[in-house]
Nanobody, 117 residues
Framework: QVQLVESGGGLVQPGGSLRLSCAAS????????MGWFRQAPGKQRELVAL???????RYEGSVKGRFTISRDNAKGTLYLQMTNLKPEDTAVYYC???????????WGQGTQVTVSS
C-alpha cells in the first residue's frame, strides 16, 4: 500500500528557511515524477516544484531561486529546501507522486507552513 508522509512544516519568520520531507512507502522503485504543491486559504492548490525520475526539475515562478526540490530514489524520499521565505508562501504543502507503469497518482496529508513575524 502506498503512503506519502510529509514532515518539516512549521512557523518561521520572513527571510527564514525550512526543509520539507516526504517519505514514500510501498513500491518506491516504481515512483516516477514527484512534486510539491501548496494550497493557501481560499485559493486553489498549485504546483510549487516538480522533479522527474531522472532528476529534471521545474519550479513555479515565484519560488525560483528560493526553493530547491530534490529526491533520494533509493529511499523514496522527496525534499523541498525553502529559503528566504515570504508571508505569501504560507500554505499547506502537499507531496505528490505518480507510480509506474500506470501513472497512478498519490497525495500526502499535507504539512502547514506559516511565514509570519
Amino acid at each position: 500500500q502506498v503512503q506519502l508522509v510529509e514532515s518539516g512544516g512549521g512557523l518561521v519568520q520572513p527571510g527564514g528557511s525550512l526543509r520539507l520531507s516526504c517519505a514514500a512507502s510501498g513500491n518506491i522503485f516504481s515512483i516516477n515524477n514527484m512534486g510539491w504543491f501548496r494550497q493557501a486559504p481560499g485559493k486553489q492548490r498549485e504546483l510549487v516544484a516538480l522533479i522527474t525520475r531522472g532528476g529534471t526539475t521545474r519550479y513555479e515562478g515565484s519560488v525560483k531561486g528560493r526553493f530547491t526540490i530534490s529526491r533520494d530514489n533509493a529511499k523514496g524520499t522527496l525534499y523541498l529546501q525553502m529559503t528566504n521565505l515570504k508571508p505569501e508562501d504560507t500554505a499547506v504543502y502537499y507531496c505528490n507522486a505518480d507510480f509506474l507503469p500506470l501513472g497512478v497518482n498519490f497525495w500526502g496529508q499535507g504539512t502547514q507552513v506559516t511565514v509570519s513575524s
